[in-house]
């Protein structure tokens, strides 16, 4: 059998001295305190603030003190457009003049179709616009007139002329090298 230790201090071992409280113990060469009590640190500030007589001091805390809306906004922002450069009365003209929808109409017109009348008020409207620029411009529906047949081929002797003197240039040409 094995013997059973006991837990009492037998009279010759040594002794531990009697307990005492923490707050009657002396300790030497050591501060007391743990620490700063909760929220000290912004406790002395403002104790400071109060004691210095200074309005408001900078606030402790960091970032953008700006108000943040809460809601959704119920319309999104219009976002200013730049102006585009305005354009001279001729540019206007040519715009006009090469609308698709304008020439769709005149050609439906040229066929003898019936246009709505949606459709009819804006050809109106066109129609009128060019009158004003080419009134503006002093152009008359003659000088367009001569203008058009000047650019556009009069007669098949006169491609085959054409076509013949490029010829004659291309010999020349060959002729050269």
């Keep these: 059998m094995t ?3 006991s837990r009492k201090i037998n009279e010759n071992a040594p002794k531990r001295p009697p307990r005492t409280k923490k707050e009657d113990r002396v300790v030497t060469g050591k501060k007391q305190k743990s620490g700063n009590k909760a929220g000290s ?3 002395e500030k403002q104790i400071q603030q109060k004691q210095s007589g200074t ?5 402790p805390r960091h970032g953008s003190k700006k108000p943040v809306a809460l809601e959704l906004p119920t319309k999104a922002p219009v976002a200013k457009q730049p102006k585009a450069p305005k354009m001279s009365d001729e540019q206007k003209l040519l715009k006009l003049e090469e609308d698709p929808r304008l020439n769709k109409l005149l050609d439906m017109l040229e066929e003898g179709r019936d246009l709505n009348d ?7 409207k066109q129609l009128t616009e060019i009158e004003r620029l080419m009134d503006r411009l002093g152009i008359t529906e003659e000088d367009d007139l ?3 047949m000047k650019t556009t081929v009069g007669s098949d002797d006169d491609l085959l002329d054409k076509f ?3 010829a ?3 010999k ?4 050269k090298d």
């Excluded at 020349?172 to 002729?175: A, G, H, N, S």
């Design 146 to 148: 001569e203008h058009v």
């Design 172 to 175: 020349d040409y060959q002729d």
């Design 168 to 170: 004659d240039l291309l």
């Design 164 to 166: 013949e003197s490029g």
């Design 41 to 43: 640190r912004h406790n």
């Design 55 to 59: 309005a408001q001091a900078k606030d």
């Design 118 to 124: 949606t459709d009819q008020a804006w050809l109106e």
């Design 3 to 5: 013997r059973k230790k």
